[in-house]
């Protein structure tokens, strides 16, 4: 059961019908406000067709030109195939493009394509707006706090 104040005293409240423990879950409110997140994030940036994890992918690729896919995966905490997966999708939209590793024929080094670059640079203020408006009902402080929070949980 959550619980609620009321003038100072904690009062058990019934969980939502149909959810049981859920609402008393970490993990259950975490995937709650990652869809709440990410629905806001489509809405937010909708004219572009990128969603959070292109938008993930784009982001590191631009701050270290030349990195690797695994570099990548390192990076966004996904694991390499995921990392694949996604850059043929932004290599198909000619975003991201692989070039070849000098002495290393194995890897690749990515990089943005002057119109991923752009469409970054375009989608930078949306996404910001989106973060702002999203986090909206927090103070400055709890929003910092909760990123390092969540920052702990994830190691």
């Known amino acids: 059961m959550s ?21 008393d879950l970490l993990g259950y409110n975490l995937r709650r406000a990652q869809v709440a997140l990410f629905q806001d994030f489509a809405a937010a940036t ?44 932004l290599q198909k939209r000619n975003l991201v493009e ?5 002495g290393d024929r194995r890897s690749h080094a990515l990089h943005l394509t002057a119109q991923g670059q752009q469409l970054l640079t375009r989608m930078v203020p949306a996404v910001r ?16 706090q909760l990123i390092a929070l969540l920052k702990k949980l994830a190691g």
Do not use: C, W, Y
């Open 3 to 23: 619980e609620i104040k009321r003038r100072d005293v904690l009062l058990p409240t019934p969980a939502p019908k149909g959810r049981g423990l859920l609402p």
């Open 46 to 89: 909708a004219e572009h067709d990128v969603t959070p994890g292109q938008f993930g992918v784009l982001v590191p690729i631009d701050a270290t030109p030349g990195l690797n896919q695994t570099e990548l995966g390192d990076a966004m905490g996904v694991d390499r195939s995921t990392v694949v997966a996604a850059i043929d999708r």
């Open 98 to 102: 692989r070039r070849p590793v000098p």
């Open 129 to 144: 707006a989106h973060e702002t408006q999203f986090s909206g009902h927090l103070t400055e402080a709890e929003r910092r």
